[in-house]
């Protein structure tokens, strides 16, 4: 099933930076790394993905390890908007499915 | 903005019965995938469509599930026979491209298999 490890639960402060991590340890070659999440009653929405470089959008960036095992999705300031579940999704070119795993639950404190 | 709909937003039926979930993918959108979320569980593939034709499905995706594309706009998941544990949300998302690009999710379907 999904091959990624993230911690079930994390809380942040509002507007405070926020990384939520992610193991891959056995991520392949050619495997893009993707975020998405999930607000309470929604449905997923896409984040952000790479490959190997860092990258940046408006909603975060995604550090990403040398070694690609591990990434770090960035909030830069947490808003309670950003209360949900992040999940982090490794997808194989070869592949045209995503598989979700448990994710990380982040709780945004006043 | 070009938003994923799905209709309807609550469907109630009883056990055997036979439903179609309906989407409306992003008019642009060439790939299209139906999930499902079951209450306190993980998001769960069930199936990718491509060129009118199912391109992946996972192992949930068995012979009481179809998909179909019947005119240019509109993604349908029929359920053949339902049961009990049928009952979830169901996702309906779409993309631009397969492999590579995001998905946009709809608001979803909650099934309630009575």
């Known amino acids: 099933d999904a091959k990624t490890t993230q911690p079930n639960s994390m809380e942040s402060n509002e507007e405070e930076p926020v990384h939520l991590p992610c193991n891959h340890s056995?991520?392949?070659?050619?495997?893009?790394i993707h975020w998405y999440r999930q607000l309470p009653s929604q449905g997923p929405e896409y984040v952000i993905h790479?490959?190997?470089s860092n990258v940046n959008n408006r909603m975060a960036s995604l550090a990403i390890a040398e070694d690609r095992k591990s990434s770090t999705l960035i909030l830069h300031r947490a808003t309670l908007r950003d209360a949900a579940v992040y999940y982090c999704?490794?997808?194989?070119?070869?592949?045209?499915?995503?598989?979700f795993g448990a994710g990380t639950r982040l709780t945004v404190k006043p | 903005e070009p938003e994923v709909t799905q209709t309807p937003s609550h469907q109630v039926t009883q056990m055997g019965q036979e439903v179609i979930l309906r989407c409306v993918p992003i008019s642009n959108h060439l790939y299209f995938y139906w999930y499902r979320q079951i209450l306190g569980q993980k998001v769960e593939f069930l199936v990718s469509?491509?060129?009118?034709?199912?391109?992946?499905k996972s192992e949930i995706f068995d012979d009481q599930f179809s998909v179909e594309r019947p005119d240019g706009s509109n993604f349908t998941l029929k359920i053949r026979s339902t049961k009990l544990e049928d009952s979830a949300m169901y996702f309906c998302?779409?993309?631009?491209?397969?492999?590579?690009?995001?998905?946009?999710f709809g608001p979803g379907t909650r099934l309630t298999v009575l």
């Open positions: 999704i490794l997808r194989d070119p070869n592949n045209n499915d995503m598989r």
């Open positions: 998302a779409s993309s631009r491209d397969g492999r590579y690009n995001e998905q946009f």
């Open positions: 790479g490959l190997t």
């Open positions: 469509f491509y060129n009118n034709e199912i391109s992946e």
């Open positions: 056995t991520i392949s070659g050619t495997d893009y």
